[in-house]
């Protein structure tokens, strides 16, 4: 069956970085974009951008261009997001997800950005 | 980028009632690239619809989309006492791939 298992729970200071991995099992890695989605307390669905399991392009959204990377691990079908220089808003419930529309998701990472 | 703005913010129901939410882009979504989720505390999102009308697998046919263009609608036709959730609507037919802000159904 279709998987996405997500890393566990992270607690970070402002300013620094955080890596959320997605290891995905029971598919073609290649043949599926990886999303990447938050969720702030008590706020909508946040979509984050993209990352191709085929060939690793990326599309981020305009808001986190120059603070996020999306790469993959196709030896291993993981994904991985990283965001840096986090701030309080930062923090989030972030999920991946499979594809353009999204069946399959992860479970969720809570990030949680304090002093 | 396509700005969605789903009405109302929140709806009250009761069980057995028909739910209509809506969801309205600010410019065309091409292909009718247009997904409905429902979303519950403490778990994933959930897709119902993509395609604008589209059943995803194992989704009650209770649930219906329909629209094109700038104008979309999700319908659940009897509410069941499981369908009080948030419901996003999303387009991915042009980068970024944007959220509405959500409609929340609340048991009346």
């Known amino acids: 069956q279709i998987q996405l298992v997500q890393s566990g729970a992270e607690v970070k200071r402002p300013g620094a970085s955080v890596k959320v991995s997605c290891k995905t099992s029971?598919?073609?890695?290649?043949?599926?974009?990886i999303t990447w989605v938050r969720q702030a307390p008590g706020q909508g669905l946040e979509w984050m951008g993209w990352?191709?399991?085929?060939?690793?392009?990326?599309n981020y959204a305009q808001k986190l261009q120059g603070r996020v990377t999306m790469t993959t691990d196709t030896s291993t079908s993981t994904a991985y997001m990283e965001l840096r220089s986090l701030r309080s808003d930062d923090t989030a419930v972030y999920y991946c997800a499979r594809g353009s529309y999204y069946v399959f998701w992860g479970q969720g990472t809570l990030v949680t950005v304090s002093s | 980028e396509i700005v969605l703005t789903q009405s109302p913010g929140t709806l009250s129901l009761s069980p057995g009632e028909r739910a209509t939410l809506s969801c309205r882009a600010s410019?065309?979504?091409?292909?009718?690239?247009l997904a409905w989720y429902q979303h519950k505390p403490g778990q994933a999102p959930r897709l119902l619809i993509y395609?604008?009308?589209t059943r995803a697998t194992a989704i009650p046919d209770r649930f219906s989309g329909s629209g094109s263009g700038t104008d979309f609608t999700l319908t659940i036709s009897r509410l069941e006492p499981e369908d009080f959730a948030v419901y996003y609507c999303?387009?991915?037919?042009?980068?970024?791939?944007?959220f509405g802000q959500g409609t929340k159904l609340e048991i009346k």
């Open positions: 990352i191709s399991g085929y060939n690793g392009d990326t």
């Open positions: 029971g598919y073609t890695f290649a043949s599926y974009d």
């Open positions: 395609g604008a009308s």
């Open positions: 999303q387009q991915y037919g042009s980068s970024p791939y944007t």
């Open positions: 410019q065309s979504v091409s292909s009718s690239y």
